[in-house]
């Protein structure tokens, strides 16, 4: 066991980064930019998209704190069961 440990770390690899062109890496800023932002609008658990969702219940439909709680209750259920979904066999 110790003889694989010093064979493990005995040899080293040394590995030059590459250097991307600037363009590309905006790019790929962009991108997770988008991907990062998108996510947090639509997050089931209290993304962004909550603050208007809370507005609209609160102060146009008069819910209250009970009512809203209840709301939320039965809006994460498709979330929480989501990972108990039967996989398709065919």
Known sequence: MILDEQA???EVVNVTPTL??????HRIFLYLGI?????????PHGGLIEI???FLLKNKLHL???EL????L???????LAP???????
Not at 74 to 80: A, G, R, Y
Not at 84 to 90: E, I, T
């Open 8 to 10: 493990a770390t005995s």
């Open 20 to 25: 991307l062109p600037q363009s590309v890496r």
């Open 35 to 43: 991907l990062i932002t998108l996510l947090a609008f639509g997050a």
């Open 52 to 54: 208007p969702v809370s």
């Open 64 to 66: 209250g704190p009970h």
């Open 69 to 72: 709680a209840n709301f939320r």
């Open 74 to 80: 039965l809006s994460s259920i498709p979330v929480d």
């Open 84 to 90: 108990a979904r039967v996989p398709d066999l065919s």
